[in-house]
């Protein structure tokens, strides 16, 4: 049984900064198997659909982002720690939504949330203007 505990989110002002945290939680035979999937964060404002935002590869190499974030947000991961984080220093009220993070069964940054089988609790991020 796995599951994605994630954190971090609340009210923040335009401008101001975010760090969302994700870390995966499974059974001692199989929590070692999440340093070799991609990452990846989608997002869903009210009355929107759930959108991309960013996505990782296994090592970290390789990374990916949505036209809306890009050169605002990073992301990143900590294998030792089996943990994804999304940050910006450059928030906009345009960023307010829930934010989900999500684990692949694959090596590969993916960007589609169909390749996604496992999902953290949303995230709430306010950005007041």
């Known amino acids: 049984q796995v599951h994605l505990v994630a954190s971090g989110g609340g009210l923040v002002q335009a401008g101001g900064s975010l760090r969302l945290s994700c870390a995966a939680s499974?059974?001692?035979?199989?929590?070692?198997?999440?340093?070799?999937?991609?990452w990846g964060w989608f997002r869903q404002a009210p009355g929107k659909d759930r959108e991309f935002v960013a996505t990782i590869n296994w090592s970290g190499a390789v990374t990916y982002y949505s036209d809306s974030v890009r050169g605002r947000f990073s992301v990143s991961r900590d294998n030792a720690k089996n943990t994804v984080y999304l940050e910006s220093n450059a928030l906009k009220p345009e960023d307010t939504a829930v934010y989900y993070c999500?684990?692949?069964?694959?090596?590969?940054?993916?960007?589609?949330?169909?390749?996604?089988?496992?999902w953290g609790r949303g995230i709430q991020v306010t950005v007041s203007s």
């Open positions: 999500a684990a692949s069964d694959g090596l590969h940054a993916q960007r589609t949330s169909t390749e996604y089988h496992f």
């Open positions: 499974a059974s001692l035979s199989s929590e070692r198997t999440f340093n070799y999937v991609a």
